[in-house]
């Protein structure tokens, strides 16, 4: 396990998702398959909608893999696919009822229990599975997951049965919790969070509907069918939790769909009955697709789905060993609190085709409960390097420092662009320094209430940060492993490690949360790290980096000479043999001092025929030594747990720990002992004990002090929320104890290294890269003075064509040129050498090291980043051509017809459309604006802003669809859009401007020059001026923006980007940057306007979207602390109070409040 073990306390399940469901194949071309991995998978909101919103003619393959490590979950998600896969649309009403409603009436509750009779009766046996009506569509990738699957529908059909008073029970707690989250808040932000824009207008209607939601257990509106409903939804009542209620006291079932347009297209008030209606609405379209395209005739590659039960972690690992070493058992638990071992289903994996490597992983918001890095470590190994569009999602809705703004980059404990070298892979929008999907209604609603919310979304794209290189892409080479320097790249990691670990120091603690005490202390038991995840981190770096045994080894040494050196964390000491303990395991690297020779036979060892350098230690604690001090535990929440082995004068900590409750049986001999788990099934209801191992050194038992001094116990870590137990458990936190030696509770095992499988990069071509002077070695990474930033790259060229080296060694001086954000070009005397980098560089600040004796050229750059020049500077937009398929990088996807159309007549719709267009520049660009100052993408997005708000109409009166991009300095205008709506891009929380556009050419010019002069004297064209450097932005963003809504066409043969090998076309003016395949397709809506259709020939369909600052990056909008008191103009010192009215003026206090209210009265809009 790559995460500690928590002491579980109350268990919270999540029947229905908690964000709004997304489009999975956002980042992927329409005409690529779809191979996707979903971590944490919750509710099938992502794949229905997914499925909803691929094109109709574009039919390929779509393979989810959806990992949970609740049974329960998966079980509804089946119960949901088949129910939708063997009926119509008339029943989607019941189908709703089963799958979101707490109660159901009596037609409901009969079909929810038929089903559940079909579905055991068609999963006795993999086999059995396999072959009934829903195999082909529904998969199991193990074994356990079939057998758990069933039996908790056999649980289903039999609660009807259980005896009256365990009913009342149930019913008993459903109706406390019912109570508990229906007076919990006063305003409900979750449930809003889906409308998008218009988050704060929805507030009180999504607050109402969740209080009656909680109140009655349905979505019903109808008192009659409010009483009906009276039979308790039993999958709502069995989880991991056990029997009874543990729903999340936040569930809604309205929270996983859209609501934005209803909000924003409102004519008159929005009511409880509205919104459940159009939740309905939309359910009723991803169940009526999901439908089709598995029922279809015209369908040939109906999507399939893949149902894996297991921690998300663990399911990583199994795949990552399955790829590598063809391994269908991995030895290790399903997750925590189990025993049952992993193990791949043979039919699928070995024959089946099922994937273990992805072009899409979606995490969740498992980064809240299992931490960025050990997702990042786990995941990333998954994805397919083969397909240049691979992407990694991951999501945080928590957070828990003092500015949830900037928290995502603290959590990877290391710069972003270091971390990017070792992994491989990068936030996007870090690099491009933009974003098209919104997160401003957070922003807001953070701001609104900031030191009094827990909350804040962030969706983070990953991917590889070459990758966004059409060129470097072209050449394959994007892949090859960085070289690091060993003892700078040591000094990174103990940098890391000591991060990581120091708070585990009660006066480390005290001292870095000076500022945030009140939170940290909540949250100091929320522990996501242990020795056993820096390793894994280590051996994921180790073998993705290809790191040499003698460089490693130097890296290592560098590592712990400053780890002995340090002594600000005194409990480092403590975990020192943890640490340890796992790099030998896995195969990382063995300390000198304690993995060399042969072991002492002493002890327990006497008998054994070989003493290994590990050791697996089974502790057994009797149940009646926990329940004493469950409440205590419980009353903590999830303290974490771990175990330690102590002497006279010794204390090592152990928090790689498994637990599960059963009975240990003896199956091995004294020479080879060995044991096996009999699980207890019924966990914390049962009798059994509770077993735990953990792994340690064998010399802590032969070398450090006499062996019958020594006990191993089971305790709670050491925490500042934890300190209330001392006083029941002592200081040392034990909760029980037993000596080594007591053969009765201790079991010691030999353990094995784990095996460490070299990596072998694949060999890379060079296609369409010049490699005329010589080879190319591995670039070099060079960390700066303090060991955490990249200071330079280099690449060196070996000089070995003859011509070059007579020019070369007679004083001939390379010439370099950077072509694109990750390639330099170095010519001598007409010889050409491309370079690629692993990372976007500025090249115009390169330097040359020339070596004309040794013969070779090195080529040394400084990464590219945010606010950085060159690099992805040089196309912030690019569309990349990767095998067959070419794909927007930085811009994502849309399908445009399942996008609602605004209502530009609704009410109000310029109080949210207004701040949320406007939101698109961060305080560092509105200084540049207000200063004149140039900047092309600060250019651009003031374009996209005009283009907004003149089309809807909320400034300057009327709208107006006609824009023409006119070149200030020459006041020459080559591009034309024709918009001709504004849509909700939904699960992106932003608006799209569906629309055409017409780039004008000489060759152009005399087929349109007649209709074009109508459309300028008629066609209220609005001409928009563009500054400096922004046409060529522009060039560079409308194959963009044209490819990102392709759905309908797709590039032949003769698209001029595959003849002319570049994306765009040109980037200058009176050029077409684009290709011909999409001209005069999807051209509909030019019709409708007389004086547009005589164009639709020669437009190109295309969708515009505000282009965000990056949050994380800099302070979008306001800075908060900027506000001043709209009476004394005082800063907010603590923080200013809105106006609760029209939320647009601030006051430092209720004195200034009541001071202004006299005038204000008049003005305020509540």
């Known amino acids: 396990m790559a995460h500690p073990v928590y002491w579980p306390g109350k268990y919270f399940f999540y029947p229905i998702g908690n964000t709004s469901a997304v489009c999975l194949t956002r980042d992927l071309a329409p005409d690529e398959p779809a191979n996707i991995l979903l971590l944490g998978c919750g509710d099938p909101r992502h794949v229905l909608y997914t499925i909803f919103c691929e094109p109709q003619n574009m039919d390929r393959m779509l393979d989810f893999t959806c990992c949970d490590y609740d049974p329960a979950i998966l079980a509804r998600n089946i119960l949901l696919f088949t129910m939708v896969a063997d009926n119509q649309q008339p029943h989607a009403t019941v189908i709703w009822n089963i799958f979101f409603h707490m109660y159901l009436d009596e037609d409901s509750h009969s079909a929810l229990i038929e089903q559940c009779k079909k579905l055991i009766g068609l999963s006795g046996s993999l086999q059995q599975w396999n072959s009934s009506p829903y195999g082909p569509t529904i998969k199991m990738c193990t074994e356990y997951t079939l057998t758990e699957l069933r039996r908790h529908w056999s649980l289903y059909v039999e609660m009807q049965d259980l005896p009256r008073q365990r009913l009342k029970s149930i019913h008993d707690a459903f109706t406390k919790q019912a109570k508990e989250s229906s007076q919990k808040y006063g305003s409900v932000i979750g449930p809003a969070r889906s409308s998008g824009p218009v988050m704060l207008k929805a507030i009180p209607t999504s607050s109402d509907q969740f209080k009656k939601y909680w109140t009655k257990g349905v979505t019903f509106s109808d008192p009659k069918q409010i009483l009906a409903a009276t039979l308790l939804n039993p999958t709502f009542v069995y989880s991991l939790g056990g029997e009874g209620c543990s729903v999340h006291y936040g569930t809604d079932p309205l929270v996983p769909f859209h609501l934005a347009a209803l909000f924003g297209n409102a004519r008159s008030s929005v009511s409880v009955a509205d919104v459940v209606k159009a939740a309905k609405s939309e359910f009723t379209d991803w169940c009526t697709a999901f439908h089709a395209s598995i029922t279809s005739s015209t369908v040939s590659s109906p999507p399939v789905i893949r149902l894996f039960l297991g921690e998300a972690t663990v399911v990583c690992r199994a795949l990552r060993a399955f790829a590598t070493t063809g391994a269908l058992k991995l030895g290790v638990p399903v997750a925590q609190w189990k025993a049952q071992l992993i193990q791949l289903n043979r039919d699928e994996y070995t024959s089946g085709g099922a994937p273990v490597a992805f072009n899409v992983i979606e995490t969740s918001n498992l980064v809240d409960y299992l931490g960025l890095l050990n997702i990042l470590v786990a995941a990333a190994p998954l994805l397919s390097t083969s397909a240049g569009s691979s992407v990694l999602y991951t999501e945080s809705l928590l957070f828990r420092g003092q500015d949830a703004t900037k928290e995502f980059a603290e959590h990877l404990y290391a710069n972003i662009s270091t971390i990017s070298l070792l992994i491989g892979l990068c936030p996007v929008d870090y690099l491009t320094g933009f974003t098209t999907r919104s997160n401003t209604h957070e922003l807001m609603t953070y701001q609104a209430v900031k030191g009094d919310t827990t909350q804040f979304h962030q969706v983070t794209t990953w991917k590889s940060p070459a990758s966004g290189d059409p060129i470097a892409v072209q050449s394959g080479d994007q892949h090859r492993p960085v070289v690091f320097d060993p003892d700078q790249l040591g000094t990174l990691f103990y940098d890391m490690y000591h991060e990581l670990f120091e708070q585990e120091d009660a006066m480390n603690f005290w001292r870095l949360n000076q500022g945030n005490l009140k939170k940290a202390f909540s949250g100091s038991n929320i522990v996501h790290y242990m020795r056993e995840s820096f390793v894994l981190l280590l051996k994921?770096?180790?073998?993705?980096?290809?790191?040499?045994?003698?460089?490693?080894?130097?890296?290592?040494?560098?590592?712990?000479?400053?780890?002995?050196?340090?002594?600000?964390?005194?409990?480092?000491?403590?975990?020192?043999?943890?640490?340890?303990?796992?790099?030998?395991?896995?195969?990382?690297?063995?300390?000198?001092?304690?993995?060399?020779?042969?072991?002492?036979?002493?002890?327990?060892?006497?008998?054994?025929?070989?003493?290994?350098?590990?050791?697996?230690?089974?502790?057994?604690?009797?149940?009646?030594?926990?329940?004493?001090?469950?409440?205590?535990?419980?009353?903590?929440?999830?303290?974490?747990?771990?175990?330690?082995?102590?002497?006279?004068?010794?204390?090592?900590?152990?928090?790689?720990?498994?637990?599960?409750?059963?009975?240990?049986?003896?199956?091995?001999?004294?020479?080879?002992?060995?044991?096996?788990?009999?699980?207890?099934?019924?966990?914390?209801?049962?009798?059994?004990?509770?077993?735990?191992?953990?792994?340690?050194?064998?010399?802590?038992?032969?070398?450090?002090?006499?062996?019958?001094?020594?006990?191993?116990?089971?305790?709670?870590?050491?925490?500042?929320?934890?300190?209330?137990?001392?006083?029941?458990?002592?200081?040392?936190?034990?909760?029980?104890?037993?000596?080594?030696t007591d053969d009765s509770h201790v079991y010691v095992l030999p353990e094995q290294p784990l095996p460490f499988k070299k990596h072998s990069p694949a060999r890379t071509t060079t296609s369409g890269l010049f490699a005329q002077i010589g080879e190319s070695g591995a670039v070099a990474a060079e960390l700066d003075e303090e060991c955490e930033l990249i200071a330079s790259l280099t690449s060196r060229i070996s000089v070995e064509n003859q011509e070059v080296k007579q020019l070369f060694g007679s004083g001939a001086s390379p010439e370099v040129t950077q072509i694109s954000p990750c390639v330099m070009r170095v010519a001598i005397g007409g010889y050409l050498q491309d370079v690629v980098y692993p990372f976007p560089v500025i090249g115009s600040q390169h330097r040359l090291r020339l070596a004309r004796k040794s013969l070779y050229i090195e080529v040394v750059v400084s990464v590219s980043g945010p606010f950085k020049s060159d690099g992805m500077k040089l196309n912030p937009f690019p569309v990349v051509r990767a095998s067959e398929s070419i794909n927007p990088w930085s811009i994502h996807r849309v399908n445009l017809a399942c996008l609602p159309i605004l209502d530009a007549r609704a009410k109000k719709v310029d109080q949210w459309l207004n701040p949320h267009v406007g939101s698109m520049m961060s305080a560092r660009e509105r200084t540049l604006r207000k200063k004149h100052e140039k900047d092309a993408l600060m250019f651009v997005k003031d374009t996209l802003h005009t283009i907004f708000v003149r089309s809807s109409g909320i400034q300057g009166g009327s709208t107006h669809r006609l824009f023409s991009l006119r070149d200030e300095a020459t006041n020459n205008c080559d591009t034309i859009f024709f918009i001709s709506d504004l849509r909700y891009d939904l699960h992106s929380h932003t608006m799209v401007c569906d629309g055409y556009v017409l780039p004008l050419t000489h060759d152009l010019m005399p087929k349109i020059a007649s209709a074009l002069a109508k459309l300028v004297q008629n066609g209220s064209m609005v001409n928009v001026s563009v500054y400096e450097g922004e046409m060529q932005a522009w060039k560079q963003l409308l194959p963009a923006f044209v490819e990102r809504c392709r759905t309908s066409w797709k590039h032949g043969d003769n698209c001029e980007y595959k003849s002319q090998g570049k994306i765009p076309l040109a980037e200058v003016m009176e050029k077409d940057p684009l290709c011909s395949c999409g001209r005069g397709k999807d051209v509909q809506s030019m019709s409708k306007v007389a004086l547009w259709a005589k164009f639709a020939p020669y437009v190109t369909r295309i969708a515009l979207s505000p282009l965000f600052a990056v949050s994380y990056l800099e302070t979008v909008g306001r800075d908060p602390a900027a506000y001043r008191c709209f009476v004394c103009r005082k800063r907010g010192k603590p923080k200013l109070m809105t106006c609760g009215g029209c939320k647009k003026v601030r006051y430092c206090s209720k004195e200034c409040q009541k001071k202004d209210w006299k005038a204000h009265s008049t003005k305020c809009k509540a």
């Open 540 to 740: 994921f770096v180790r073998e993705r980096l290809n790191i040499s045994e003698e460089r490693w080894s130097v890296a290592m040494t560098r590592f712990f000479d400053l780890r002995d050196a340090d002594k600000s964390s005194p409990m480092d000491a403590n975990n020192y043999h943890d640490l340890c303990a796992h790099l030998h395991r896995h195969s990382v690297y063995s300390v000198p001092a304690f993995y060399h020779g042969r072991m002492k036979k002493i002890g327990v060892f006497s008998k054994w025929d070989t003493v290994p350098s590990l050791l697996r230690i089974i502790l057994v604690v009797p149940r009646d030594k926990i329940s004493p001090i469950q409440s205590s535990l419980e009353q903590l929440g999830t303290p974490p747990l771990l175990c330690d082995v102590r002497g006279n004068w010794s204390h090592n900590i152990f928090t790689a720990i498994h637990v599960a409750f059963g009975r240990v049986l003896p199956v091995g001999t004294k020479a080879q002992p060995r044991v096996v788990l009999d699980e207890d099934m019924d966990g914390w209801k049962g009798d059994s004990p509770l077993v735990m191992s953990f792994t340690m050194p064998t010399v802590l038992l032969t070398d450090i002090e006499p062996m019958e001094n020594l006990s191993v116990s089971f305790g709670v870590r050491s925490t500042p929320g934890t300190a209330v137990l001392v006083s029941k458990l002592g200081l040392s936190l034990s909760i029980f104890s037993a000596k080594i």
